[in-house]
Every structure is written in C-alpha cells, then in structure tokens.
C-alpha cells in the first residue's frame, strides 16, 4: 500500500499526519509513505527527522488584509499556485499512490484537488471545529471528509453528506498511558494542586505577563505546584518579569519555569488544571488525558477557529474560556482561585473533558482509508 500525505504550516496540521503515518507503517509492514510540503515550511524539518521521504511543492496563502506589501505577496502567491498543479502531477504519477490524504495547509490543496482530477483515491482531514478554507474547497471532491469534532458538520454544506465521518485527532499513545501518581512523583508535585500552563512553541506575550502575576499571587501558597513553558520568543522577559514580582528564578521548586515541555505526557498526567491556548491537537489532548482548563483562545488564526474549538468543550461542561481582550493577571488569578478552591468543579471538568475524547482515531482513520484502498 502507498499513501501520500499533504500537509504544512503548522504542527497541528503536520503532526496528525505523521500520526496516522506511524500507525499504518506499524500495522502495515511494506507500506510506503511519502510526504508532500513547502520546502520553507517547518514540514521540510519535521517529517525528514520522523524518517519519511519529502518532496517539495511551495504553495503560499493568499493574505487578506490588503496593503502594499501584501499586494506583493499575494501575486507571488497566485505564480506559485499557479505552478503548483504541474509539479503536484509530477509528484503523484511518479509515487503512484493507492491513497492520497491532505491534513491542512495551503499545500494540502492543490496536491489532493490534482489527485482527483487524476483519479487517485483523496482523503482530507480537519482538525478544527471550523473548517478552514483548504477544508471547504476540497470537501466537494474527495471520496472521505474526516472531521474532528461533531461541531464542525453545521459548516460544511454538501450534497453528499454520506462521505463525512467523525474520526476524533490523533493523539500520541504517551497521552493515555502516563501513570498520574508516578508523574506527580517525577514532578516533585506531592499533594499540591498542580497547574500546567502554556502558550505555545514560541510562546505567547499576553498569557506569559498574566502568569508571571499568576505566580506571584501564589508564591507563598503551599498548596500550589506550578509548570509553566514561557516559549522561545518571552523566555528571557518572563524570568526579568518574576525578578520585577520578586521572584527568584529556580529558588522555588514549586514554580517550574521552562522554555519548552518536552514531557508533555508527564505534565498532562501530573497537572488538575491546564491554562492554554485552544489548537485542535491540545485539545484532544486535554479531552484524553481528561484534564479541567482554562482555554485562552489566540485571535489571530484564520477564521478565529480557536474559539470555535474551545466553544466546543465549553458547551459541554469540560472548560472554562477566557478570550485574550479580557485576559490581565487580576482576571486569570480570580478565575484560579475560584476554581483551586472548587475540588468538584475541577473534578466536573475534567470528567466532561474525558467524555467528549476519541480514543481510537487513528484506528477510525486508518479504517477509511482502507476501505478506499479495499472496499468492503
């Protein structure tokens, strides 16, 4: 069996792919993989050190606030597309492939649109409550529409509702089988409340100022045992944050200050509450580790699709959201201590979290492309 996957931009659409492709090559020795993506997204960095084969298609997005400079970009945008239906053929007829499967990105369409007009087997898969745009123009075509989560079915209008499915994302295997007293153990975490917090990769300037009041607030509280991952771009502005809240940097054992968690599966486990942003994979991730959060959605993401995404936990009891226009220190400190204070309410959250999870998606992934591949 031979798949070939579209996907760039971000980890989030990289990452699901990856997933799904482990999986097949684990359960299907002799399948063969091959990735495509822009040779200048971090796709051209990720799938190469998971092992896979890269060919290169460069595709850009079309910028919508219009300026001088953006005018400029967008028409190299349009050569680019232009060029990218030639060198997607060329990809596809050389593989040959049994399926071809776009997880998002501006480069999933052009590769999954040419694979149907050549006739290949398209799949493509939306991580998000709000499907994105690549997502919109390709559901008419392909033969399987995998959605996420159920809300993402009222934005999506087609004539042949029968080739959507809810798969759920996939999740890394290390989510579900952390042991949370062994992780609290490895954490020095004891007895305490533990809080997890993060804004992504690179960080983000808002949520890092508001926990460095956050920590202050709690510094002399036993009761409190706080990870935190500042990102690349804020960590040496965090660290002079707390010395201006005095502060000292890695005095206190209870406030764990990183630039990145490498141990994600550890924190999850360990944590009874997460302060995050509301990307598709994290949250799949709180809903299997089945952990109670504050979601701080970023409003600057196509189509707001993070709020939509926490919305979507939020309406069904498993998280508190708090929108970045009305995030401030005083206002995320009094939304903790209502909620450290509430055991139950923790504990509410984190059961409604769980219920919501898919546990088997790459299962019911793999399974539609099979039966693409081997129809039943």
Known sequence: MKILFACGGTAGHIN???????????????????????????????????????????????????????????????????????????????????????????????????????????????QNAFPGVTTKLLAPDVDRLLLAMEGAVRHLHLKNPDKLRITGNPVREAIFTADREVSRARLGVGDRICILSFGGSLGATRINEAIADVMAWHRGKAGIHHIHATGSFDHTDFLGWMRERGLTPGENPHLDVREYIDNMPTCLAAADLVICRAGAITLSELECAGRASILIPSPNVAENHQFHNAMELVNHGAAEILEEKDLSGPVLIALLQRLTGDPARLSALGKAAASLAIRDANDRIIHEILSLVKPD
């Open 16 to 126: 699901p792919a990856l997933s799904v492709a482990d999986s097949l090559c684990a359960r299907y020795p002799g399948t063969e993989v091959l990735f495509a993506g822009n040779p200048k997204g971090m796709e051209a960095r990720l799938i190469p050190k998971a092992g896979y084969p890269f060919a290169p298609i460069e595709v850009a997005g079309i910028q919508r606030k219009l300026t001088l400079h953006n005018i400029g970009r967008n028409l190299n945008a349009l050569r680019l597309l232009l060029q990218s239906g030639p060198r997607a053929a060329s990809i596809i007829r050389d593989f040959d492939p049994d399926v071809v499967m776009g997880t998002g990105g501006y480069v999933s369409g052009p590769v999954v649109r040419k694979a149907h007009q050549l006739g290949y087997k398209t799949v493509t898969h939306e």
